[in-house]
Nanobody
Framework: QLQLVESGGGLVQPGGSLRLSCTAS????????IGWFRQAPGKEREGVSC????????DYADSVKGRFTISRDIAKNTVYLQMNSLNPEDTAVYYC???????????????????WGQGTQVTVSS
């Protein structure tokens, strides 16, 4: 069973940057669509960004466009979420998720993803 592990979260000041990583052992992540999601206390889980297998498509939530960038490092079997210009509204637990379902493009709906990591906390505060 695919097990995903997120890392890279932490405490950062407004305007700062973090890079989250999503890795897996024993599975080649390039065969999966990968999504990043976040959930703040009292709020529903929301899609932040996704990247399709072989990186042919990406998508971003409107709230992070121009600030976040998703990418893959095939050699490291890792998907990254580079987060710049962070603000307190970005505070949440961030999860990566994977699916092998085939779609024309990657999607940001949590229901299409089969495997989830445990999450990493991102806190943006001065």
């Amino acid at each position: 069973q695919l097990q995903l592990v997120e890392s890279g979260g932490g405490l950062v000041q407004p305007g700062g940057s973090l890079r989250l990583s999503c890795t897996a052992s024993g599975f080649t992540l390039d065969y999966y669509d990968i999504g990043w999601f976040r959930q703040a206390p009292g709020k529903e889980r929301e899609g932040v960004s996704c990247i399709s297998r072989s990186s042919f498509s990406t998508d971003y939530a409107d709230s992070v466009k121009g600030r976040f960038t998703i990418s893959r490092d095939i050699a490291k079997n890792t998907v990254y979420l580079q987060m710049n210009s962070l603000n307190p509204e970005d505070t949440a637990v961030y999860y990566c998720a994977a699916t092998r379902k085939l779609f024309a493009r990657c999607g940001l709906r949590p229901t299409i993803f089969d495997s989830w990591g445990q999450g990493t906390q991102v806190t943006v505060s001065s």
